[in-house]
T-cell receptor
């Protein structure tokens, strides 16, 4: 069974640009969550998608957005990049995002903003 | 709000020694708790989870954790450390977002484990 696949693994972007990250969840999983990991702030929740709808959102500015497609694949977009957006972005998939369901993480996309 | 606190951002143990990584939770209701491990430049891998079925939870790679309600703790242990255990460990709790009606994982700050040969 294939795991969670995130592409690309590494990205270097310039301030002011925008970026799109992709996440393919485990087959059959309908919930996809995104997290930002930085040395200073740790792991912070960005948003969750379930059946193509954003169901949950963390405390991030509107520059951070996402979407989910009918095959459950998800993308997140960051516009007008800032230096502080440099981070490891992790995607997690689960069956339904319920209280007891296990979340499986991808290897992450390392974004560097210069 | 439900949260977890990990005590000690960095723990060093000798190979073969006991590993003890501390996690305390704050919750007014029985929580669902998790321990994850992250190796350098990798995602998170689930070690074990507490779901109220048993207070002592066994996970992968010889790790286990004990849920202690009286101490609001869920510490991670391993009897004998291996070099391959060197990684960062995260305690997490599933939190209900009341407005959204769905759950999210809230993580502790992480504990970096070093194993000394």
């Amino acid at each position: 069974k294939a795991g969670v696949t995130q592409t690309p693994r590494y990205l270097i972007k310039t301030r002011g640009q925008q970026v799109t990250l992709s996440c393919s969840p485990i087959s059959g999983h309908r919930s996809v969550s995104w997290y930002q990991q930085t040395p200073g702030q740790g792991l912070q929740f960005l948003f969750e998608y379930f059946s193509e709808t954003q169901r949950n959102k963390g405390n991030f500015p509107g520059r951070f957005s996402g979407r989910q497609f009918s095959n459950s694949r998800s993308e997140m977009n960051v516009s007008t990049l800032e230096l502080g957006d440099s981070a490891l972005y992790l995607c997690a998939s689960s069956l339904d995002g319920g209280e007891n369901t296990e979340a499986f993480f991808g290897q992450g996309t390392r974004l560097t903003v210069v | 709000a439900q949260s977890v606190t990990q005590l000690g951002s960095h723990v060093s143990v000798s190979e073969g020694a006991l590993v003890l990584l501390r996690c305390n939770y704050s919750s007014s209701v029985p929580p669902y708790l998790f321990w994850y491990v992250q190796y350098p430049n990798q995602g998170l891998q689930l070690l074990l989870k507490y779901t109220s079925a048993a207070t002592l939870v066994k996970g992968i790679n010889g790790f286990e954790a004990e849920f202690k309600k009286s101490e609001t703790s869920f510490h991670l242990t391993k009897p004998s450390a291996h070099m391959s255990d060197a990684a960062e460990y995260f305690c997490a709790v599933r939190v209900l977002r009341t407005g959204a009606g769905s759950y999210q994982l809230t993580f502790g700050k992480g504990t970096k484990l070093s194993v000394i040969p």
